[in-house]
């Protein structure tokens, strides 16, 4: 019941007399009730008709059936060697989280970015990293604060532990055990639960097809970008919107290309030649590589190479920049 409708009922259930003391009690109601309703805890302007399936309560999420694949890659890194995993049914967000849905996490709870903190955020911009002044979560990859009608595209500037702040606050207001993946899960379903090795659409980049969001010729016209794909053309030389692209084989939108998205671990390594064969999951802090979480994906701002479904990467977890965000992951079984 919205506070207008409960003003009905109260007229009808508590009718005043008439007069100038009923004008006034009927004036004073009408305006305590406005007052509930501006300030209200629910109060959240309307997002564009376009932006609904971005439910910030309730994100849609793909059932990822469990099984063994091969994870890493023979022809990638010496840390990425290959070897055998099996991991359990999950759940993972279709999309990228959005900046609509942070934006309610932070209007809910009064929250406080890493970058709200420090005042500050990395900024890629093709030629060096920078400290951009005053971005945090609303802001675009050029540090420019977003527009409502730009909510839909995927939240950056927030940190790992932003991250992990935002899939607790959804856990406790659903009910529902929401996390960030963990590598091999993630991975898992990168490569179509182990049906792909290398890219989700193949051995190679296809010639005329729109396929992820990563340095091509829009990126080299637009910031000179050095290690730009000559012959691909993805149409974006920055961030695209979080249902860019078609979903892969799972249903799965941008897990290549656009943001690096967060996953549970830590980055180690060795730890694929010292990590167990049924879910994997790096909690241990090690003193060489345990300072950093693992990323996965690639972004607008990587070539090719950053695409594979094996690529690892990392990042400090209280720092936020404009080329990472996350997706969430949710347990089997919950709601």
Same mark, same amino acid.
């Given at each position: ?48 008709? #376009? ?8 994100? !849609? ?6 099984? $063994? ?19 359990? &049914? ?30 500050? &955020? ?24 977003? @527009?409502?009608?730009?909510? #839909? ?5 927030? %940190? ?18 929401? #996390? @960030? ?15 792909? %090795? ?5 051995? !190679? ?9 990563? %340095? ?7 910031? !000179? ?48 030649? $010292? ?26 701002? !990587? ?7 094996? #690529? ?24």
């Amino acid at each position: 019941m919205n506070l207008y409708a409960l003003y009905g009922f109260f007229a009808k259930k508590c009718p005043v007399k008439t007069g100038i003391s009923g004008l006034r009690l009927n004036l004073y109601l009408i305006l305590s009730l406005n007052f509930l309703l501006f300030f209200s805890c629910d109060y959240f302007p309307r997002q564009p008709k #376009h932006l609904d399936k971005f439910d910030p309560v309730r994100p !849609e999420m793909v059932l990822i059936e469990g099984g $063994e694949f091969t994870m890493g890659s023979k022809e990638g890194q010496k840390y990425e060697k290959a070897h055998k995993v099996s991991v359990s &049914s999950f759940y993972l967000g279709k999309y990228e989280v959005t900046v609509g849905e942070f934006k309610r996490f932070v209007l809910k709870t009064g929250y406080k970015t890493s970058a709200d903190k420090t005042g500050w &955020s990395n900024v890629y911009n093709g030629k060096a990293v920078k400290r951009m002044g005053g971005a945090n979560f609303e802001f675009d990859e050029h540090g420019v604060q977003r @527009l409502p009608s730009e909510y #839909h595209y995927p939240v950056i500037h927030v %940190s790992w532990e932003d991250a992990v702040a935002y899939c607790k606050w959804l856990s406790k207001a659903t009910g529902a055990d929401y #996390h @960030l993946p963990t590598e091999a899960q993630w991975e898992y379903a990168a490569s179509l639960r182990g049906q792909v %090795s290398t890219f989700p659409w193949g051995d !190679e980049l296809p010639p005329n097809q729109r396929v992820a969001n990563f %340095s091509d010729k829009s990126a080299k016209a637009a910031w !000179e970008c050095a290690w730009a794909e000559a012959d691909y053309d993805d149409g974006y030389a920055y961030i695209a919107p979080a249902d860019s692209f078609p979903p892969n084989a799972l249903g799965l939108y941008n897990m290549q290309g656009n943001v690096w998205e967060y996953c549970a671990d830590w980055y180690d390594r060795a730890y694929y030649q $010292e990590g167990r064969e049924r879910n994997p999951h790096n909690v241990k802090q090690k003193l060489k590589d345990g300072t950093t979480r693992v990323v996965r994906g690639g972004s607008w701002y !990587e070539g090719l190479d950053a695409m594979r479904v094996s #690529h690892r990467n990392r990042r400090l977890p209280s720092k936020s920049s404009n080329i990472v965000g996350f997706r969430l992951a949710r347990r089997k079984g919950t709601i």
